[in-house]
C-alpha cells in the first residue's frame, strides 16, 4: 500500500499534510510506520486530552461497543443523560442544558441558531428579529457555512462568497470597538476565552468582564467557544474562569480534547429565565435542531471516561504546573528565535521573532519550525504564521517536557 500516493489520488487535498504516517499511539507518543518514535506536542490539535489509547478510554470505548453503540435520538439515552448531568453539575455549574453533536463547528452552529432564536424571541422595539451576533478578529469557529461565516479570518472565508450575513467582526481585546460594534439588531456576542487557532491570544479579563457588562446592558447572549480550550486544557474546566472566573455565559461550546480522540461535541444553554421566568434553554426546543450521529451512547460513554480521570486525577491543576514548569524552562532558554510564552495551561504558543526565521518554498516561519522540530521527533503544530502551539496530552510529565526541549533545541541548532 502506498498511503501517499492513495492520498494523491483519492483523499481530496484540502490539508497540506505532513509527510507522517502514524500508526500507533501511547501516552505522549506516536510511532510511524517505519518504526519512529515521536514525542507528541500536538495530540491530534488539543484532541487526545489524556494521552493516546488511555486504559480508562480504551476499556469504555470497548466495553460500550460491545453492548450499544448507536440508537436514534428520538429514545432515551442513559450514557447522554449522565454525561450532560456531569458537565452541567460537575464543570458548568451553571444551571442549563446541553445538546451533543460530533465536532466543535456543528456545536458552534447550534450557538449560532440558538442566537438566532433568541433574538426572534426578544426583537427590537419594532418587532423585527434581532439576528446579528459579534465575533473577532483572529477568532476560529469552524469550517460549516455557519462557523465559517462567524470566523473573521478572511483566509478561511476565500471562495465561498456569499457568506451567511449576521456576522459584526470587531478587534479582540478591544473594549471601545465591542460597544461600537453593538447594533440594535445585535442579538449576541461570541468569542474565544483563548484563540487557539488565531495565535494563542488570552482574552484579558477586562475584556471579558467588559463583554459580560455590555451583554447584560443591551440583552445579548453571551456565547464562550470553548471548542479547542474546555475541560482542563486552560487549568480549569470551564477557560473563561481562568481569566474572569465570576461571569456568567449564556452559551458554552466544546469538542475536541471532551472525547479524547473520539469524536463528540456539544454546546449547553443556561437555564435563567429571559421572558416570564421562561428559560433561554427552552428557545431551543422539539424540531429546532437535530442530530442523527450526535450524543450516542458509545460516544458519551467515551466522553464521560475522558472527564471522570480529569476529574478524577486533577489534570487541571497539572497543566496549571506544567505551564510553570516550562514557563520557567523558557526563561533561561535561547529565545534568539522565540519572544515569549502565550496562552494559559497547556494551551501554550511560542511566539517567533520578526524575522527571525527564513521563508522556505514560501512556508510561515511557523511551519518550518514544525517541521524543524518533526525531525527532530517533536509534533506541533502552527497558530497562524507566527506561532508554534505547544498542545501535549494534559498527563504530560516534567520529564517529557524536559525530552521536548531538547529537541526544540537540537532543531534550532540545526536550522542556524
Known amino acids: 500500500m502506498n498511503v501517499a500516493a492513495d492520498f494523491e489520488t483519492y483523499v481530496l487535498p484540502t490539508y497540506a499534510r505532513f509527510p507522517l504516517i502514524p500508526v500507533r499511539g501511547e501516552g505522549a ?8 518514535k515521536y514525542l ?18 480504551t476499556t469504555a470505548i470497548c466495553q460500550q461497543a460491545g453492548t450499544l453503540m448507536h440508537v436514534s435520538n428520538l429514545f432515551q439515552i442513559p450514557q447522554q443523560a449522565k454525561l450532560a448531568r456531569t458537565i452541567v453539575e460537575e464543570h458548568v455549574k451553571i444551571p442549563g442544558k446541553v ?34 451576533i459579534i465575533t473577532f478578529s483572529q477568532s476560529f469557529h469552524g469550517r460549516t457555512l455557519g462557523s465559517m461565516a462567524a470566523t473573521a479570518q478572511a483566509k478561511i472565508q476565500e471562495g465561498f462568497s456569499p457568506l451567511l450575513p449576521g456576522f459584526r467582526y470587531a478587534p479582540f481585546n478591544d473594549l471601545e470597538a465591542l460597544v461600537a460594534a453593538i447594533t440594535p439588531a445585535t442579538a449576541a456576542i461570541m468569542l474565544e476565552p483563548i484563540q487557539g487557532e488565531g495565535g494563542v491570544n488570552v482574552a484579558t479579563a477586562e475584556f471579558l ?17 470553548e471548542v479547542q480550550a474546555g475541560f482542563g486544557r486552560c487549568g480549569h474546566a470551564m477557560a473563561w474562569r481562568a481569566i474572569a472566573d465570576e461571569i456568567e455565559p449564556d452559551c458554552i461550546s466544546w469538542a475536541k480534547g ?7 461535541g456539544s454546546f449547553w444553554v443556561s437555564d435563567r429565565a429571559i421572558a416570564e421566568q421562561k428559560p433561554l434553554s427552552s428557545l431551543m426546543g422539539p424540531g429546532s435542531h437535530g442530530s442523527t450521529y450526535g450524543g450516542t451512547p458509545l460516544a458519551c460513554a467515551a466522553s464521560q471516561a475522558v472527564l471522570d480521570v480529569i ?11 506544567m505551564e510553570h514548569y516550562i514557563r520557567k524552562i523558557f526563561s533561561n532558554w535561547d529565545q534568539s528565535i522565540f519572544q515569549e510564552v502565550k496562552g494559559i495551561g497547556l494551551l501554550l504558543g511560542l511566539a ?7 521563508q522556505i518554498d514560501g512556508k510561515t516561519p511557523a511551519q518550518v519550525i514544525v517541521a524543524a522540530f518533526m525531525e527532530q521527533g517533536l509534533l506541533t503544530v502552527p497558530a497562524g504564521p507566527n ?18 526541549f531538547i529537541a526544540m533545541s537540537q532543531a534550532l541548532a540545526a536550522m542556524a
Request: net charge negative; proline share 7%.
Open 40 to 57: 507528541d506536542f500536538c495530540t491530534g490539535i488539543a484532541v487526545c486530552s489524556i494521552g493516546h489509547c488511555h486504559p480508562a478510554l
Open 29 to 36: 507518543y506516536l510511532w510511524d510506520d517505519t518504526g519512529r
Open 209 to 225: 468582564r467588559g463583554a459580560a457588562a455590555l451583554a447584560k446592558q443591551h440583552d445579548l447572549l453571551l456565547m464562550m467557544d
Open 311 to 321: 476529574s478524577s486525577e486533577n489534570l487541571g491543576a497539572h497543566a496549571i504546573a
Open 352 to 358: 517567533i521573532r520578526p524575522d527571525s526565521v527564513p
Open 99 to 132: 445538546f451533543f453533536s460530533n465536532s466543535g463547528a456543528e456545536a458552534n452552529d447550534g450557538m449560532i441558531k440558538t442566537a438566532r432564536r433568541f433574538g426572534h424571541a426578544r426583537p427590537q422595539a419594532d418587532g423585527t428579529p434581532r439576528f446579528e
Open 258 to 264: 471532551m472525547g479524547g480522540g473520539f469524536p463528540i
Open 387 to 404: 506561532v508554534v502551539r505547544l498542545l501535549p496530552p494534559l498527563t504530560i510529565t516534567a520529564a517529557e517536557i524536559d525530552a521536548a
